[in-house]
């Protein structure tokens, strides 16, 4: 099947200071990524809609300020988390659609657990 | 807005036991897809089976099934002869039927398979 990477599937950092994770699709083009917010024991929130070539859709209460994405080709979508503060420690899971694919599921990656200090 | 709703937080049963997952969903949709996911300790999401609303049978893959009831908007997953590897967060979610849409999940099961 489909594979979604994502870079790197951990990361400390301080408070003040800007992350990015990387969200690949591995063997297939993707023109939707979508990326999760998930707290321990509790489900997947939905951040945002990324479409290749366009600005992300966010979700209401996400701040699109804090939370920069960036779906530059097919196979590749960004997430930075600007000006990290403890609060933002989380799990961070993306999600790519194919291009041609005409049923779902979305594809997930494996995740990234994100501790701001 | 389409909502999905898991009200058993967590559940244990013994292995080689049958056991079975509910959720409930609300849509004013005709056409979407139905999902149950696993993630295990891991975290990496599974898809475990996947039911299109305009099928009337009910999905199943291996030791998984589905009891689709459309007209009560009911969803719920069986798994039979459950494993120790069946130990993971189940989620249940919906998408309407349109490429690209995006996955709502409700909040999960937490099932334990007991030795």
């Known amino acids: 099947g489909a594979v979604v990477s994502q870079h790197p599937s951990w990361v400390i950092c301080k408070s003040g200071t800007s992350v990015k994770i990387e969200c690949r699709s591995l063997d297939f083009q993707a023109t939707t990524m979508f990326w999760y917010r998930q707290f321990p024991k509790q489900s997947l929130m939905l951040m945002a809609t990324?479409?290749?070539?366009?600005?992300?859709?966010?979700e209401q209460g996400v701040e699109k300020d804090k939370f920069l994405i960036n779906h530059a080709s097919l196979t590749l979508s960004t997430l930075t988390v600007t000006s990290a503060h403890p609060e933002d420690s989380s799990f961070y899971i993306c999600?790519?659609?194919?291009?041609?694919?005409?049923?779902?599921?979305?594809?997930f990656g494996p995740g990234t657990r994100l501790t701001v200090l | 807005a389409q909502t999905v709703t898991q009200s058993q937080p967590e559940m244990s049963v013994q292995e080689a036991e049958t056991v079975t997952l509910s959720c409930t969903y609300d849509?004013?949709?005709?056409?979407?897809?139905l999902f149950w996911y696993k993630q295990p300790p891991s975290r990496q999401m599974i898809l475990v089976i996947r039911?299109?609303?305009?099928?009337?049978q009910n999905a199943t893959e291996n030791r998984f099934s589905v009891n689709f009831q459309k007209a009560a908007k009911s969803f719920s997953l069986k798994i039979s002869d459950s494993q120790l590897g069946d130990t993971a967060m189940y989620f249940c979610?919906?998408?309407?039927?349109?490429?690209?849409?995006?996955?709502?999940f409700g909040k999960g099961t937490r099932l334990h398979i007991l030795p």
């Open positions: 999600s790519a659609s194919e291009r041609q694919g005409a049923r779902p599921p979305q594809y």
């Open positions: 849509t004013s949709e005709s056409n979407y897809y």
């Open positions: 990324s479409n290749e070539g366009s600005k992300a859709t966010y």
């Open positions: 039911q299109e609303a305009y099928k009337q």
């Open positions: 979610a919906f998408m309407k039927q349109v490429r690209d849409d995006k996955i709502i």
